[in-house]
């Protein structure tokens, strides 16, 4: 079966650390843009990173030098570490296969960060 | 950044009726634009790219249209299954991409 199934995420005070996984199956991560968004409380969706099938990188404004993105291929597995994290990264974040670098036909279920003291 | 802005913010319906949702950009994106479905607790599902190809195994009474900065999703007859949160995107500015803030469907 193809699918995203994420891991990691959870409760940390601002300015700590936490990295979150996404384990794919059925295709290959290295393969393919991959990308994270995440969606604060009640809020819409953002996108945060994204990893070509190459290993560039990019990032969000907002995130952009606190947040990397990171793959092991061994493990068909998507990384997201986050450092310093704010109040502000409070969201659940989505590992997402973008086809072309354009849109996510394949989402995974989601894991709830929530940076709080 | 282009934005996204979508319209109603809560749309009204019920089974079996049409539902009409706009999605305007603040500069033309042509035709770079996707529409999701999202249930709650879970990840958005892809609908509809390049503003009007529907997504495998989408069915048929989902359909979009538009170009430019003006889109609209169309959900012809709405089934219990259709009541979620409704997103557009768009991706022309690929290496920023934005999305709106959503159309909410309930009964």
């Known amino acids: 079966e193809v699918q995203l199934v994420q891991s990691g995420g959870g409760l940390i005070q601002p300015g700590g650390s936490l990295r979150l996984s996404c384990a794919a199956s059925?295709?290959?991560?290295?393969?393919?843009?991959m990308t994270w968004v995440r969606q604060a409380p009640g809020k819409g969706l953002e996108w945060v990173s994204v990893?070509?099938?190459?290993?560039?990188?990019y990032f969000a404004d907002s995130v952009k030098g606190r947040f990397t993105i990171s793959r092991d291929n061994s493990k068909n597995t998507l990384y997201l570490q986050m450092n310093s994290l704010r109040a502000e990264d409070t969201a659940v974040y989505y590992c997402?296969?973008?086809?072309?670098?354009?849109?996510?036909?394949?989402w995974g279920q989601g894991t709830l960060v929530t940076v709080s003291s | 950044e282009i934005v996204m802005t979508q319209s109603p913010a809560t749309l009204s319906v019920s089974p079996g009726e049409r539902a009409t949702l706009s999605c305007r950009a603040s500069?033309?994106?042509?035709?770079?634009l996707a529409w999701y479905q999202q249930k709650p607790g879970q990840g958005p599902r892809l609908l509809i790219y390049?503003?009007?190809t529907r997504a495998t195994g989408v069915p048929a009474r989902f359909s979009g249209s538009g170009s430019g900065t003006d889109f609209t999703l169309t959900i012809s007859s709405l089934q219990s299954e259709d009541f979620a949160v409704y997103y557009c995107?768009?991706?022309?500015?690929?290496?920023?991409?934005?999305f709106g803030g959503g159309t909410k469907v309930e009964i």
């Open positions: 997402a296969r973008f086809l072309y670098n354009l849109y996510g036909d394949l």
């Open positions: 059925g295709f290959t991560v290295s393969d393919n843009y």
């Open positions: 990893m070509y099938s190459g290993g560039s990188t």
């Open positions: 500069q033309s994106v042509d035709n770079n």
């Open positions: 390049g503003a009007s």
């Open positions: 995107q768009q991706y022309n500015a690929w290496r920023a991409l934005t």
